[in-house]
């Protein structure tokens, strides 16, 4: 089955530090990723969609300029969040559907536990 | 109103028995429908997808699917303890790649053995 590879799937840091994860699709191509954050016992939250080749659309709320998104090529997407602060502590998931055919589903990395001290 | 909406559990339900999921959603235009499992700190893995009216099965999972109610379904049959998690119910609202996949808030489901 089609699989996307999340990396790193946890980081530690200090305040101010800021944080590069990378979405990676292994074995399709995906024109779009998809980035969602999840607090604990809380819902999945999209953040942005990701678009390769063009800017990335972000969700009401959400500052482009704190989670910068680069979609450089139809296999790789990266979100980083710059200056992170405590706040910023989450659960980072990306996904990504097969762009062959229709009605694909979303496949989902293992995710990335980001903690801010 | 959400435009996905689930019952947030938890649903308790005796091992070997069926636990039902149930999930309505509000755009009638949409056109997939996708059961997600999510454990506790991972995340969410694909368990069913569905996008004509009626049912599907797939193992012990069967999704149910009626567009004139907007409604989707779970049936999870002889319930183990390792289905306790979360389960998302997702709706994409067109064809392509590029189309958003909204997700419920999901239910918690835990099997007492």
């Known amino acids: 089955g089609a699989v996307v590879s999340q990396h790193p799937s946890r980081v530690i840091c200090k305040s101010g530090t800021s944080v590069k994860i990378e979405c990676r699709s292994l074995?399709?191509?995906?024109?779009?990723m998809f980035w969602y954050r999840q607090f604990p016992k809380q819902s999945l939250m999209l953040m942005a969609t990701?678009?390769?080749?063009?800017?990335?659309?972000?969700e009401q709320g959400v500052e482009k300029d704190k989670f910068l998104i680069n979609h450089a090529s139809l296999t790789l997407s990266t979100l980083t969040v710059t200056s992170a602060h405590p706040e910023d502590s989450s659960f980072y998931i990306c996904?990504?559907?097969?762009?062959?055919?229709?009605?694909?589903?979303?496949?989902f990395g293992d995710g990335t536990r980001l903690s801010i001290l | 109103q959400k435009e996905v909406e689930q019952n947030s559990g938890p649903l308790s339900v005796p091992e070997g028995a069926i636990a039902s999921l149930n999930c309505t959603y509000s755009d009638r235009g949409s056109q997939s429908f996708f059961w997600y499992r999510q454990y506790s700190g991972k995340s969410p893995e694909l368990i069913m997808s569905i996008y004509s009216n009626g049912d599907k099965e797939d193992g012990r999972f069967t999704a149910q699917l009626n567009k004139a109610s907007q409604y989707v379904s779970l049936l999870i049959r002889d319930s183990q303890p390792s289905d306790s998690a979360t389960y998302l119910c997702a709706v994409s609202l067109g064809y392509s790649s590029a189309s958003k996949i909204i997700f419920g808030s999901g239910t918690r489901l835990s099997i007492r053995p």
């Open positions: 990701s678009n390769e080749g063009s800017k990335a659309t972000y």
């Open positions: 996904s990504a559907r097969d762009d062959r055919g229709r009605n694909q589903p979303q496949h």
């Open positions: 074995d399709f191509q995906a024109t779009t």
